[in-house]
């Protein structure tokens, strides 16, 4: 059983950036596909960046390339998302998810297994 503990959110304007981090407990981190995901109030929880078990490999929903970048040190068994010029679009609870890197239609996401409880982001106009 995988724990996932996220930190970083907060409030921010505008053109800001904001780093969250995912540490996790219990498993083998090395094993598995990390990704991020949000969900903004009253819509569904979308994709936002996967990255492959050895860092090698990282995929972005179309909203955030350019913008964000996801990477990984296994030492520390962390994931991180680096955000940059957030939009007010970018309000979100954040999820930090370990799984598996899968296909659907013609994207590449992430299937996740274990879920965080989540870290609120907000930018503000």
């Known amino acids: 059983q995988v724990q996932l503990v996220e930190s970083g959110g907060g409030l921010v304007q505008a053109g800001g950036s904001l780093r969250l981090s995912c540490v996790a407990s219990?498993?083998?981190?090395?094993?598995?596909?990390m990704g991020w995901f949000r969900q903004a109030p009253g819509k569904e929880r979308d994709f936002v960046a996967a990255?492959?078990?050895?860092?090698?490999?990282?995929y972005y929903a179309d909203s955030v390339k350019g913008r964000f970048t996801i990477s990984r040190d296994n030492a520390k068994n962390t994931v991180y998302l680096q955000t940059n010029s957030l939009k007010p679009e970018d309000t979100a609870v954040y999820y930090c998810?370990?799984?598996?890197?899968?296909?659907?239609?013609?994207?590449?996401?992430?299937?996740?297994?274990?879920w965080g409880q989540g870290t609120q982001v907000t930018v503000s106009s």
């Open positions: 219990g498993g083998t981190f090395s094993r598995y596909a």
């Open positions: 990255i492959n078990w050895s860092g090698g490999s990282t």
């Open positions: 998810a370990a799984g598996a890197l899968v296909i659907r239609g013609a994207t590449m996401t992430l299937r996740g297994d274990y």
